[in-house]
């Protein structure tokens, strides 16, 4: 049985309920009127679009990425599915299209390459925790089954890239403050919504670019963020990043508001199990290190050379880690820096001698807009 709804203003929002999932129709077009954004969890949907209708003010887009788990090269890969309106997102550039599908690698030996494309309009189909989505006519798109995880195709010729890129889970998603389950807080920092589908995974990247490979093993990530207000208007700076340390899959997060209020979210996984999931203020604190350590950073200030992490792990005691950038992932500018780096750290129990020497690979990124 197909059901077609309206929702709000008519066809500017339609969608199909089937058994193989809901279906979104997501137009090119930045829409008038008013967004509805979801900031509290159901049983469902985790990946599912949470604006509607995408308005001027409004942002919602799938993020993937990954980072090699050999620390003697630098490769990444980073793909966003916008569809979000440039004035909400001052890093998007000026564009005809809110669905507009975006990568950036960087190559064993630091080299940078990016593209960008607009699409005629975007479906996400949402099944279960999952989703899949097409940008259509950029040759940019996502599937998900349970068995294998999530997949990325990509056969863009105008963009100069084709090959798949693979997700398989090897930690349980969350919410900012939580483990993915009904009634949960989906605001990680006020009108910033974040659903993180896959905290880790084994990823296997294999990508032609312009004639070039890029094929290695990595950390993986995916995670969505949206907001019905412009994104200034909310944030300040931010810290975050994950990556693969010792027996620990890790996620940070810590953020400043305009008024200068800290918002934090700690993640931290081990077999597949979650070991901590809070959004409570002191479950974990990243401050910058090294280089340009200013806190709070701000616009003037320049990239730290590194930061340390304070993780609670309950029970499990304290996990302290030392994240050092190894190279940037995007070219140098004022405000948004993306990096990748590697992780020294120990665990230290509740009770008994430090766990010391644990080690891994991290990807993360720097917000400074005041
Ligand atoms: C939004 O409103 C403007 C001005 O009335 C109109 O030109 C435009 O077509 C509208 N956009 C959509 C997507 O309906
Ligand atoms: C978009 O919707 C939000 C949420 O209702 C509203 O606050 C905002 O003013 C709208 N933006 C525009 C440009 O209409
Ligand atoms: C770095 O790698 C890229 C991609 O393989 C290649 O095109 C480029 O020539 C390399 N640069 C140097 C300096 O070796
Ligand atoms: C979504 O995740 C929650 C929590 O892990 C789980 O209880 C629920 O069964 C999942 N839903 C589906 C359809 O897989
Ligand atoms: C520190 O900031 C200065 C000025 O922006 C910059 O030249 C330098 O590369 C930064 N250090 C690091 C480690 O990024
Ligand atoms: C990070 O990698 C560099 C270069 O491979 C190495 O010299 C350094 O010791 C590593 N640091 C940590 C914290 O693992
Ligand atoms: C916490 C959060 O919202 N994080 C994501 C927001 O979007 C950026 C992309 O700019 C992702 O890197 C984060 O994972």
Excluded at 237 to 244: I, K, L, V
Excluded at 277 to 294: D, E, F, H, M, W
Excluded at 342 to 355: D, E, F, H, I
């Amino acid at each position: 049985m197909v059901r077609i709804h309206s929702f709000l203003l008519g066809a500017l929002w339609a969608f199909v309920s089937a058994a193989q999932g809901t279906v979104y129709e997501i137009p090119s077009a930045v829409q008038n009127g008013t967004s509805q954004a979801q900031f509290t969890s159901t049983a469902t949907g985790l990946d599912a679009p949470k604006v509607h209708p995408v308005n001027a003010s409004a942002f919602d887009w799938w993020y993937f990425d990954v980072v090699s788990t050999d620390p003697t090269v630098v490769s990444s890969v980073v793909l966003t599915f916008f569809t979000s309106s440039q004035p909400a997102f001052p890093l998007l550039a000026p564009s005809e299209s809110i669905t507009v599908a975006r990568i950036w690698v960087s190559f064993p030996n630091g080299t940078l390459w990016e593209a960008s494309s607009d699409a005629t309009g975007a479906t996400v189909t949402a099944e279960g925790n999952t989703s899949s989505g097409i940008w259509h006519g950029t040759g940019f798109s996502w599937a998900a089954t349970p068995a294998a995880g999530y997949l990325i195709n990509i056969d863009a010729p105008d963009a100069g890239v084709k090959g798949t890129i693979s997700f398989k889970s090897v930690a349980p998603g969350h919410y900012p403050c939580g483990p993915v389950e009904a009634g949960q807080n989906l605001e990680v920092g006020p009108h910033i919504g974040w659903a993180n589908a896959v905290p880790d995974a084994a990823s296997v990247v294999d990508l032609n670019i312009g004639g070039s490979r890029l094929a290695f093993k990595g950390t993986g990530y995916h995670d969505k963020n949206w907001s019905d207000q412009i994104f200034t208007t909310n944030v300040a700076s931010w810290y975050w990043g994950h990556g693969r340390i010792g027996p620990y899959s890790i996620v940070w997060f810590d953020f400043l508001d305009l008024t200068g209020t800290e918002f934090v979210s700690a993640y931290a996984s081990k077999d597949d199990k979650i070991v901590a999931a809070s959004c409570t203020l002191g479950s974990i604190k990243v401050r910058p290190t090294g280089q340009n350590a200013t806190y709070p950073p701000g616009i003037s200030t320049g990239n730290p050379s590194g930061y340390h992490i304070d993780l609670d792990l309950g029970a499990h005691g304290k996990l302290e880690v030392d994240v050092s950038v190894l190279a940037a992932t995007i070219p140098l500018n004022p405000t948004y820096a993306r990096s990748v780096g590697n992780m020294s750290g120990s665990l230290v129990p509740l009770k008994g001698r430090a766990t010391t020497g644990l080690t891994g690979t991290a990807l993360f990124e720097q917000f400074k807009l005041t």
